[in-house]
């Protein structure tokens, strides 16, 4: 069986995220600690007991995710898992697509961490606290959502953040513009227009700041060919140029994030399942609705990790 790796973005984290896998595996608490040094910071602490409002930050969920993440693939690996047999591709949703290097070897896991907490802060700090939003749009696909977001220009920047697939697609700018799709939305029959509780316009010309940021940060960090291809955020097709990595990293932070091509493109690639490995199963439920053939896993607990090795 054909497979890709894929690894979640954030909105997947949740206090209690690890708290399982630490317990049962001894690799999986040595990631944890690693990431912990790393940053410097008690992160698994606040993974497994929180509080929320903290883990939600930005700066806080991004290199947890991974960690997580990436504590599966330890766990998998320790089982004897050989991700270059394994699988055929990998990619992730926005910060996953970090995640996904790692698991693929192009970058170590410090550095990894270390660029999200700067990616975190970056993206934070690009727009201030109220001066940006974002909005789902359900029931429409990405042309229509654009033809929304360009209705909506003259009240300032909004732009398509996200195409998930299932005809959901999210918009990402300037408040007032938001809110003026919004609006525009629902006079057009959308079928559901609601604001996300987010804290930045993630994905949209307003991260500039943040991509000039991730630009220097990732410029000193090396990175190598991945042991298997990354189906990047920004183009939605296969790479392993480490420069090209790079350029489409910094490209992803105002970028839309081509998820629905991403899982089309591997559907032609002949994959057959997803593996989601990480926390939730936000991909796994978006892998349904935009193919339904197209089979998929979540694989986050020590359960999870015994079933699905027992597939390889």
Same mark, same amino acid.
């Given at each position: 069986? +054909? ?5 979640? /973005? ?5 206090? /209690? ?32 007991? /929180? ?6 930050? $930005?700066? !806080? ?10 504590? %599966? ?31 693929? +070897? ?13 990616? *975190?802060?970056?993206?934070?700090? =690009? ?25 909506? =220009? ?10 998930? *697939? ?31 509780? %987010? ?11 943040? =991509? ?20 990047? !955020? ?27 091509? $991403? ?7 002949? %994959? ?8 939730? +199963? ?18 986050? $607990?020590?359960?999870?990790?015994? =079933? ?5």
């Amino acid at each position: 069986m +054909k497979r890709a790796f894929v690894f979640p /973005g954030q909105g997947s984290q949740s206090v /209690g995220m690890g708290r399982e896998l630490a317990a049962a595996m001894p690799e999986a608490r040595h990631l944890f600690q690693e990431v912990d040094d790393a940053l410097k910071q008690n992160l698994s602490r606040l993974m497994f007991e /929180g509080p929320e409002e903290e883990l939600t930050l $930005t700066e !806080n969920a991004q290199p947890a995710l991974m960690a997580l993440s990436m504590a %599966v693939v330890r766990a998998l690996e320790n089982g004897g898992m050989d991700l270059a047999a394994s699988a055929a591709f990998v990619a992730g949703h926005s910060l996953g697509e970090y995640s996904a290097l790692a698991a693929a +070897k192009a970058m170590s896991l410090v550095d990894t961490a270390r660029i999200l907490k700067t990616r *975190g802060q970056a993206m934070q700090q =690009a727009v201030p606290v109220g001066v940006g939003a974002m909005a789902a749009l359900l029931g429409v696909d990405a042309e229509q959502a654009a033809d929304i977001a360009a209705a909506a =220009a003259n009240d300032g920047i909004c732009a398509v953040a996200n195409d998930n *697939g299932g005809s959901q697609v999210v918009l990402s700018g300037d408040a007032a513009a938001v809110e003026a799709a919004i609006k525009i939305a629902k006079e057009r029959g959308v079928k559901r227009a609601i604001p996300l509780p %987010v804290s930045a316009p993630f994905h949209s010309p307003l991260m500039a700041p943040a =991509a000039e940021v991730m630009a220097e940060a990732l410029a000193e960090i090396p990175l190598a060919r991945p042991v298997v291809p990354l189906v990047a !955020n920004a183009a939605a097709e296969p790479v392993s140029e480490p420069d090209a990595i790079r350029d489409l990293l910094v490209e992803q932070v105002t970028s839309m994030v081509r998820w629905r091509e $991403t899982v089309l493109f591997l559907r032609g690639q002949e %994959v057959e399942l997803l593996a989601e490995l990480g926390a939730g +199963k936000v991909l796994s439920g978006l892998t349904r609705r935009i193919d339904h053939e197209l089979q998929s896993v979540s694989v986050q $607990t020590p359960g999870d990790i015994e =079933a699905f090795y027992a597939t390889l």
